[in-house]
């Protein structure tokens, strides 16, 4: 029987950036976003911009937060990222409009293939539709696209594709309600 070899692993494919910028935005990152002060949001916008960040006008970006790598972040306006929130984006993350991603939620694209013994890096993209409320410590799964009004509840775990106006809840995340907005 086949073992996982760990010293066989290789992203020498996987390119998320030159060296110099990655440095300079872990810095940026530890400064003005992993950090517990709480910078004013225009100066964070300003640096994820600065970063290649695709963000409209009105966000809100609390104390706390890490975003691996700004270049592939898209966020829409009138967007809330709570304390805490990990945006581990080795894809493309887009984040709608009007879109509440709460405290300590994680967002993941990147995952390993565990049926290879050299336990391959996996990457996939992660779309999150507008009017979507990500609950507190919820985590949604590389691949995975959050229709439009859907909530996650706090401690969630989704690992497949949502259906728009509909509550989940769970690990794995499973429908439980529609939302109806009044």
């Known amino acids: 029987m086949k073992t996982v070899r760990l010293d ?70 009138n967007v809330w990222l709570g304390e805490n929130v990990w945006i581990d984006n080795l894809a493309d993350v887009k984040v709608g409009n009007n879109v509440c991603i709460s405290q300590g939620a994680y967002i993941t694209t990147g995952n390993h293939n565990y049926k290879k013994e050299t336990f391959d890096l996996i990457v996939s993209p992660i779309t999150i539709e507008d009017g979507v409320w990500v609950g507190a410590r919820a985590i949604i799964c590389p691949g995975v696209t959050l229709k439009t009004h859907c909530v996650i509840s706090a401690g969630s775990v989704v690992t497949d594709n949502t259906n728009s106006y509909m509550v989940y809840q769970g690990n794995p995340a499973k429908p439980t309600r529609e939302r109806k907005i009044e």
Do not use: E, H, Q
């Open 8 to 77: 066989r692993f290789k992203t020498d494919w996987y390119n998320p950036g030159g060296k110099l910028k990655r440095i300079i935005w872990y810095l940026m990152n530890s400064i003005f976003f992993k950090s517990s002060i709480p910078y004013p949001c225009i100066i964070k916008k300003v640096l994820l911009r600065s970063f290649g960040a695709k963000v409209a006008g009105n966000i809100v970006v609390k104390p706390s937060i890490s975003i691996k790598y700004p270049w592939f972040l898209t966020i829409g306006d």
